[in-house]
């Protein structure tokens, strides 16, 4: 069985100020991990995801995230952050399937003040 | 051309009643699948098919059927509505091999 916790529900900065969305793991097999954002009365996007490789993953409109087997964790970054990045972030994982569901966490509320 | 479409968009309707939601992918892929979004925005898995047929069932009520009628539609049927099943309701799609999910704009079920 899978589980995703993403440490923080709520996260306020100002813009321009760097951020860091929390999110650890757990899973019996390997798995690939992902964050996608949502937007208000919108669908899932996908910001990034780690199959395989590089540890560091880069991926749309400025974010990247670190994978980290050792902590189990996913942490998603950004150095500078804008107004239109205020959304509700979430991390989710899938078991090393093609049919694999994905696992999400409670996701996190990323606010961005002028 | 939007990748996984559902309707409708939003859907309020009383208790008791039956009530379908649609969706169609146009990515070409094999597998779509269900998910609920909660009142509190946490998001489980509800069904799973590939090329049609049904490979995940997440301990949902037997009141909730998906029917695939071809690989790129996944309807799901709900019967004798509840108020607990007030949700977001999101279809979403991912190629065999694949990892990555495509969502759709989801469902906003309110059942008064």
């Known amino acids: 069985a899978q589980s995703v916790t993403q440490l923080d529900s709520q996260v306020p900065v100002f813009e321009e100020a760097p951020v860091e969305l929390r999110c650890n793991y757990s899973s019996s097999v390997s798995v690939y991990l992902f964050w996608y954002v949502q937007y208000p009365n919108q669908g899932l996007q996908l910001l990034l995801k780690y199959l395989s490789g590089s540890t560091l993953v880069k991926g749309i409109n400025g974010f990247e995230a670190e994978f980290n087997k050792s902590q189990t964790s996913f942490h998603l970054r950004k150095p500078s952050v804008h107004i239109s990045d205020t959304a509700e972030y979430f991390c989710a994982v899938k078991g090393g399937t093609s049919y694999g569901k994905l696992t999400f966490g409670q996701g996190t509320i990323l606010t961005v003040h002028p | 051309d939007t990748a996984v479409s559902q309707t409708p968009k939003y859907l309020v309707t009383q208790m008791g009643n039956d009530k379908s939601i649609k969706c169609e992918q146009n990515?070409?892929?094999?597998?779509m699948y269900w998910y609920k979004q909660d009142s509190k925005k946490f998001l489980k898995i509800m069904f799973s098919?590939?090329?049609?047929?049904?490979?995940i069932n997440e301990t949902v009520p037997n009141r909730f059927s998906p029917k695939s009628p071809d690989k790129a539609h996944l309807n799901l049927h709900i019967n004798s509505l509840e108020l607990g099943d007030s949700a977001v309701y999101f279809c979403a799609s991912s190629a065999q091999g694949d990892t990555e999910a495509f969502f759709g704009q989801g469902t906003r079920l309110t059942v008064v």
């Open positions: 098919y590939n090329n049609k047929e049904l490979i």
């Open positions: 990515l070409g892929h094999d597998t």
